[in-house]
C-alpha cells in the first residue's frame, strides 16, 4: 500500500511532458507571468491605494475615450468638407423628396431635437451609473458607450465623405479656412452652436438617442422607465424629422445600424465568456456532433472570428479574467458543468422500468377469475 501511495505522489508531482511543450499551455503561461505593464500598474495602485484591476479598467476606458474624441472631431472635419462640396458643385441642390416631411408637421423650433436628445442622453448615463454595483460596472458602461460610438462615427464619417446629399432644409453652408478654423467649427457643431447643411445619410443624432434607450435596456432594472425611453427616444427621432435637421432614411438608417451594432458586441461578449470558461471555440462544440451540426446549420468555416479577440480586449474582458480567484471561478463553472451532465445521465439511466403482466385469460379469451376462498 505505501509503495502504491508512493508511485501516485510520484506521478502527480512529475510534470507532464505534453503540458510543457504545448503552445497554448506556453501562450497561457507567458500571458499570466508579470511584466512591466503589470508591475508599473501594481506600482501605481499601490501608491493610489486602489486596487490594480481598477487602474487597467481606467487605463483601458481612456484609450477608447481618446478613439472617441479622434473619431467626433474627424467627423466633423467631414462634415465640413461636405459643406465645402456642396457650395463649391454649382449644381441646383434641391431638397429630396420625403415621405417623412409630408406626414410630420414641419416646426422651427430646432432646439426641440437638441433638447430631447440631451435629456435622454443624460438621463441613461446618470441613472445607469446611479445604479451600477461598482466601480468597475461603471467603467465598464462608460468604456463600451466610448468604443461603440467611436465605431459608429467612424461609419458616419465614412458615408459623409463619399456621398454629398442637398440640404432638406434653407441653409448656408460652414465654409472653414485653415486647419485651426476647422478645429474650432468643429467645436462648435460638437456643442450644438452651429449646424452643418449637408449632414446627412446617417442621423448623428439618432446615434445617440438609440444608444440612449439601449443603455437603458440593458443596464436599468426598472421596467417603468426602460418602456418611458422607449416614448421619449421616439418623440425625439420625430423632431428629427419635424425640424428638417435629417430624412427620413437618415433617421432609419442610424436607428437599424446603431441597433446591430450594439447586438453584435454584446454577442460576441457572451462568446468570450464561453470560450474561456468552457473551451468552446466553435459553435459546433456546443452540440458536441460536429456531423450534425453541419447537416442542420452548414457553416463549415466560422465567420468573423478575429472579433471575438477584439471585443475581448476592448471590453476588458482580459483583465477581468485574469483577476484575483478567477481561477476558483473556472474550476466551479467546470464542476456544475460536470454536475449537470452527470445528473443528466444519471436520471436517463436510473428510470423506474414498469412491466405491465397481463392476467390469465382462458381458452376463450377472457380475464380468467380466480376462485373465491372461504
Not at 183 to 202: M, Q, Y
Not at 268 to 285: G, N, P, S
Amino acid at each position: 500500500m505505501s509503495e502504491n501511495s508512493t508511485i501516485t505522489s510520484i506521478n502527480e508531482s512529475a510534470p507532464n511532458p505534453t503540458e510543457t511543450t504545448n503552445p497554448r499551455n506556453l501562450k497561457r503561461r507567458e500571458e499570466n507571468s508579470p511584466n512591466n505593464t503589470s508591475t508599473l500598474r501594481n506600482k501605481v495602485a499601490e501608491h493610489l491605494h486602489i486596487s490594480p484591476i481598477l487602474i487597467a479598467e481606467i487605463t483601458r476606458t481612456l484609450i477608447a475615450f481618446v478613439i472617441f474624441i479622434l473619431a467626433g472631431f474627424l467627423c466633423t472635419f467631414a462634415i465640413q468638407s461636405s459643406d465645402y462640396r456642396w457650395k463649391t458643385s454649382g449644381d441646383d441642390m434641391m431638397a429630396l423628396v420625403d415621405l417623412g416631411f409630408k406626414v410630420i408637421p414641419n416646426t422651427t423650433h430646432i432646439f426641440l431635437a437638441d433638447l430631447f436628445m440631451l435629456t435622454l442622453l443624460v438621463g441613461s448615463l446618470g441613472l445607469n451609473l446611479i445604479l451600477a454595483e461598482s466601480n468597475v460596472a461603471r467603467l465598464i458602461i462608460i468604456r463600451r458607450i466610448f468604443w461603440m460610438l467611436a465605431f459608429l462615427l467612424c461609419f458616419r464619417l465614412i458615408t459623409l465623405s463619399v456621398t454629398t446629399l442637398p440640404s432638406p432644409k434653407a441653409c448656408e453652408p460652414i465654409i472653414s479656412g485653415n486647419f485651426l478654423d476647422m478645429l474650432k467649427t468643429g467645436v462648435n457643431l460638437i456643442t450644438g452652436s452651429v449646424k452643418a447643411c449637408t449632414d446627412n445619410i446617417f442621423s448623428g443624432h439618432s446615434i445617440f438617442i438609440t444608444t440612449s434607450v439601449i443603455l437603458f435596456r440593458v443596464y436599468c432594472k426598472y421596467k417603468i422607465i426602460i418602456y418611458y425611453s422607449y416614448l421619449h427616444g421616439l418623440v425625439a427621432l420625430g423632431f428629427l424629422i419635424a425640424t428638417r435637421i435629417h430624412y427620413t432614411v437618415d433617421v432609419i438608417l442610424a436607428v437599424f445600424i446603431t441597433y446591430s451594432v450594439h447586438s453584435i458586441y454584446f454577442f460576441i461578449v457572451d462568446l468570450c465568456i464561453e470560450k474561456h470558461f468552457f473551451k468552446i471555440r466553435r459553435a459546433e462544440e456546443r452540440l458536441g456532433d460536429a456531423e450534425l451540426y453541419q447537416r442542420i446549420a452548414y457553416m463549415p468555416n466560422m465567420f468573423n472570428t478575429s472579433l471575438v479577440g477584439a471585443v475581448r480586449w476592448m471590453d476588458g474582458l482580459d483583465i477581468r479574467f485574469s483577476s484575483e480567484g478567477e481561477d476558483i471561478t473556472r474550476e466551479q463553472t467546470r464542476q456544475r458543468r460536470f454536475d449537470c451532465n452527470t445528473s443528466s445521465n444519471s436520471n436517463s439511466t436510473d428510470m423506474t422500468q414498469v412491466v405491465v403482466i397481463s392476467p390469465p385469460q382462458d381458452e376463450e379469451g377472457e380475464p380468467s377469475k380466480r376462485p373465491e376462498t372461504s
